[in-house]
T-cell receptor
């Protein structure tokens, strides 16, 4: 069964610091990759996605992620975080043979003002 | 464009009872997926409905069942509730049987006492 690992469970940063959240998955076939964000008290929202093409994808609010197929990774980055980025971030994988999203355990990010 | 809506927002039940949760898909979407998110974990896939048929199921027992209606809205039913069923239940809608971006509703928080 495919699995998704997010190695950082809790991250605390100061404003303007750079962010990189790790995501690795186990499925070997063709995959679609997603990062979702859950702000406090709000529902899961799509941050960005990769289906095909340029492995460096840009999302909303200055976030980007890079798909590295050889490393089975899809890490999320942001050059300079803001207090409003405080949220929980979930990496998810949809493999083309299936229809379900497999989520990682989430990373809780706190940005100190 | 109307987003995904879910009802009720919160629900408290006792062990052994039955519960029905409802979801209205985003306009233009014909697929609904249900996920269970336990506290501190990522969402886990329960099942998906596409064109009123079950289109994939995760590792959940048969007491978790569902329906999809001609207007693509959906219900999740859970019989014989157990304490471990306490969780946030998320509904996501998408196009093309799930092989596309899934958009999430706000969830229903179920507490089983």
């Amino acid at each position: 069964a495919q699995s998704v690992s997010q190695h950082n469970h809790h991250v605390i940063l100061s404003e303007a610091a750079s962010l990189e959240l790790g995501c690795n998955y186990s499925y070997g076939g063709t995959v679609n990759l997603f990062w979702y964000v859950q702000y406090p008290g709000q529902h899961l929202q799509l941050l960005l996605k990769y289906f095909s093409g340029d492995p460096l994808v840009k999302g909303i609010k200055g976030f980007e992620a890079e798909f590295i197929k050889s490393k089975f990774s899809f890490n999320l980055r942001k050059p300079s975080v803001q207090w409003s980025d405080t949220a929980e971030y979930f990496c998810a994988v949809l493999h083309n043979a299936g229809n379900m999203l497999t989520f990682g355990g989430g990373t809780r990010l706190m940005v100190k003002p | 464009e109307t987003g995904v809506t879910q009802s009720p927002t919160h629900l408290i039940k006792t062990r052994g009872q039955q519960v029905t949760l409802r979801c209205s898909s985003q306009s233009g979407h014909n697929t609904v997926s249900w996920y269970q998110q336990a506290l501190g974990q990522g969402p886990q896939f329960i099942f998906q409905y596409y064109r009123e048929e079950e289109n994939g199921r995760g590792n959940f027992p048969p007491r978790f069942s569902g329906l999809q209606f001609p207007n693509y809205s959906s219900e999740l039913n859970v019989n014989a509730l157990e304490l471990d069923d306490s969780a946030l239940y998320l509904c996501a809608s998408s196009w093309k049987g799930g092989a596309d971006t899934q958009y999430f509703g706000p969830g229903t928080r179920l507490t089983v006492l």
